[in-house]
């Protein structure tokens, strides 16, 4: 069970989370712009746009062949997911943990990676997310993502192609992030529905100060229901770009949000944005924020937890209520 009075950060205080503009009343609609460019897209979702157009013409099967399921392609695209997860993943385990290019500057947590720790496999948590994140994580998201793209090539469902629907396309992609983490909110709170979190979560909270690594590191069953993610789009036609933008999502983004660091600083004292706190809070106090901010499902229930004292003091009465009621 993860800790609910953990040692905090060094000295970083981030500042409290707060509702984004998407929803306010009258509508602020160069705020939401705002938002969506520089927010919520830049500069992970672009980045792993341009990804995922440089996979769809370079590095996919035909349509011809994926019209069929077969082992080899199916494989290749194994190969290409988890080379991209090591890239991202790896890359920022290097920066931050390895190299600690900025030492502990904007770190949530003091805790660096464990070691010596029987709650993980070879008693070390990265070799531990490792592990769970290749062997089972990219596995099931790459079957996940050969189904729906067969689905596509085998004419289950049309090719919507971005010279005829450009705005539709445009539209898909902040639609990826919307449908991710209104399913995540769903899907996170089945998952700590005691027995499948004892079965399945568990295995994920063991992160309580999570690494790049983590981010994916998951029980098979909590890959399965979370990669479900893919259905929508057995339904809703999209340009498979989308549908190779979902798997990038879901599987090499957590790898950013669980990077321990609200910033990463990239030159001189330049920094982008490089984590989560408000599901960093999950990890630590576990009873919180089970979404994430653009589709503030904690803030409706009750679960919304800002990172400040007083959000601290409000998740101390909520327990009390709890353990009286
Ligand atoms: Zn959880
Ligand atoms: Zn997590």
Redesign the pocket.
């Known amino acids: 069970m993860p800790e609910t009075s953990p040692r905090q950060s060094n000295s970083y205080k981030p500042d409290a989370i707060v509702l984004p503009p998407l929803y306010a009343w009258p509508p602020r609609l160069l705020q939401v712009l705002r938002y969506l460019v520089f927010d919520l897209l830049f500069p992970w979702t672009f980045l792993l746009l341009l990804v995922a157009v440089f996979f769809w013409n370079f590095l996919s099967p035909s349509m011809e062949t994926m019209s069929e399921l077969s082992a080899g392609w199916m494989i290749a695209i194994w190969v290409r997911n988890a080379l991209i997860l090591a890239l991202v993943a790896g890359g920022l385990h290097w920066f931050l943990y390895i190299k600690r290019h900025q030492s502990d500057q904007y770190k949530f947590d003091a805790r660096w990676m464990a070691k010596e720790d029987k709650r993980f496999l070879w008693g070390d948590q990265v070799k531990d997310n490792m592990f769970w994140s290749l062997a089972s994580g990219v596995t099931i998201w790459t079957c996940y993502e050969c189904i729906t793209l067969w689905i596509y090539a085998s004419g289950r469902q049309p090719i919507l192609t971005f010279a005829e629907y450009p705005v539709y396309f445009a539209i898909c992609v902040p639609m990826v992030l919307i449908w991710s983490t209104t399913h995540f909110y769903f899907i996170h709170r089945l998952l700590h529905f005691k027995p499948i979190y004892d079965i399945a979560h568990e295995l994920?909270h063991r992160?309580v100060s999570?690494g790049p690594w983590?981010g994916i590191s998951m029980h098979p069953l909590e890959h399965l229901i979370y990669f479900t993610i893919f259905a929508l789009w057995w339904v809703v036609p999209v340009h498979p770009v989308i549908i190779i933008l979902t798997g990038l999502f879901q599987g090499v983004s957590?790898s950013i949000t669980?990077s321990g660091f609200d910033f990463m600083r990239i030159w001189g004292n330049r920094k982008i944005t490089a984590g989560d706190l408000f599901?960093q809070l999950?990890?630590r106090h576990f009873h919180v924020n089970y979404g994430n901010t653009p589709t503030p499902f904690d803030k409706v229930f009750g679960s919304w937890h800002d990172g400040t004292e007083v959000g601290k003091e409000l998740l101390k009465q909520r327990i009390r209520a709890k353990r009286a009621g």
């Open positions: 994920h992160n999570p983590s957590p669980h599901h999950h990890h």
